[in-house]
């Protein structure tokens, strides 16, 4: 069984750093892209950042020049860097990825969430 597991979401004032990390685990042959998307209340989920597994990145606007996605294909890990966190910042962060497991065809996985919440 392929699992997700996110960390490092918190309150941080405005201006602030975070650093979320994702680490999947079971498995797993192969990871290719990985990626995070946020979901604010009574938003759409969005995508933020995604990584292929050669190391190319893609940004959302709302966060070029802030925040930071990289990877460790040895350790089947993803992160991002956030930094000059805005208000609009807050939502709940969600790891996505598209794992090869021992056993199977790829699949997209998505972790449980965890929450970002940035004060003014």
């Known amino acids: 069984q392929v699992q997700l597991a996110e960390s490092g979401g918190d309150l941080v004032q405005a201006g602030g750093s975070l650093r979320l990390s994702c680490a999947a685990s079971?498995?797993?042959?192969?990871?290719?892209?990985m990626g995070w998307y946020r979901q604010a209340p009574g938003k759409q989920r969005e995508l933020v950042a995604d990584?292929?597994?050669?190391?190319?990145?893609n940004y959302a606007d709302s966060v070029k020049g802030r925040f930071t996605i990289s990877r460790d294909n040895a350790k089947n890990t993803v992160r991002l860097q956030m930094n000059s966190l805005k208000p609009e910042d807050t939502a709940v962060y969600y790891c996505?990825?598209?794992?090869?497991?021992?056993?199977?065809?790829?699949?997209?996985?998505w972790g449980q969430g965890t929450q970002v919440t940035v004060s003014s």
């Open positions: 079971g498995n797993i042959f192969r990871i290719n892209d």
């Open positions: 990584i292929t597994r050669g190391g190319s990145t």
């Open positions: 996505n990825a598209n794992i090869r497991p021992d056993w199977g065809t790829e699949k997209n996985y």
